[in-house]
T-cell receptor
Framework: DAKTTQPTSMDCAEGRAANLPCNHS???????VYWYRQIHSQGPQYIIH???NNETNEMASLIITEDRKSSTLILPHATLRDTAVYYC????????????FGAGTRLTVKP | GAGVSQSPRYKVAKRGQDVALRCDPI?????LFWYQQALGQGPEFLTY????????KSGLPSDRFFAERPEGSVSTLKIQRTQQEDSAVYLC???????????????FGDGTRLSIL
């Protein structure tokens, strides 16, 4: 069973921020939140991960609520190339095989 | 830099044939993973190697599926007596750390699209 819940699809205007939500209400204290995306005909691409603090890198920002039951991936200035399926995954780090992708959110960036 | 490389990118086989899919992980990466992705769904875990040791094969759907990584680098996923339900994209991923408290992400190849006729 998937440990996360994401909307099936979202649209975003080019140049605007894309905010992708994820619910993980059953997350435990030793589980990280990971985000990947998959562009058509490519393998999943790692974006960012975090435990409880907000994280930012060159691709995106990850905001995790204080109770850790939900998170939001933010793409600050979406481009057409950001159109992809975005996967939110919770994972215990000492169990390397525990990557359960679910169906993800299909983000479409429109001009 | 070089990422995870998979070959072939596309494979068509007749039902009942054996197929072999190759994965070249990122150089020096200890962990290697195989996933199966059906059309319109997220990847599903098949098996995991740490160096040459296959530590988890719980996701392999049947005994027709076999994976190996004899020298701890390149890996091959073999499917014997293929069936139509084996049609999917097979993804390989690698990460730099083995088991233990590592949060290193997995890096994926672009997969092999297998079609069984």
């Amino acid at each position: 069973d998937a440990k996360t819940t994401q909307p099936t699809s979202m649209d975003c205007a080019e140049g605007r921020a894309a905010n992708l939500p994820c619910n993980h209400s059953t997350i435990s204290g030793n589980e990280y939140v990971y985000w990947y995306r998959q562009i058509h005909s490519q393998g999943p691409q790692y974006i960012i991960h975090g435990l409880k603090n907000n994280e930012t890198n060159e691709m995106a920002s990850l905001i995790i609520t204080e109770d850790r039951k939900s998170s939001t991936l933010i793409l600050p200035h979406a481009t057409l190339r950001d159109t992809a399926v975005y996967y939110c995954i919770v994972r215990v780090t000492y169990n390397n095989n525990d990557m359960r992708f679910g169906a993800g959110t299909r983000l479409t960036v429109k001009p | 830099g070089a990422g995870v490389s998979q070959s072939p990118r596309y494979k068509v086989a007749k039902r009942g044939q054996d197929v072999a899919l190759r994965c070249d992980p990122i150089s020096g990466h200890v962990s290697l993973f195989w996933y199966q992705q059906a059309l319109g769904q997220g990847p599903e875990f098949l098996t995991y190697f740490q160096n040459e040791a296959q530590l988890d094969k719980s996701g392999l759907p049947s005994d027709r599926f076999f994976a190996e990584r004899p020298e701890g680098s390149v890996s091959t996923l073999k499917i014997q007596r293929t069936q139509q339900e084996d049609s999917a994209v097979y993804l390989c991923a690698s990460s730099s750390k083995g088991t233990g408290r590592s949060n290193q992400p997995q890096h994926f190849g672009d997969g092999t699209r297998l079609s069984i006729l």
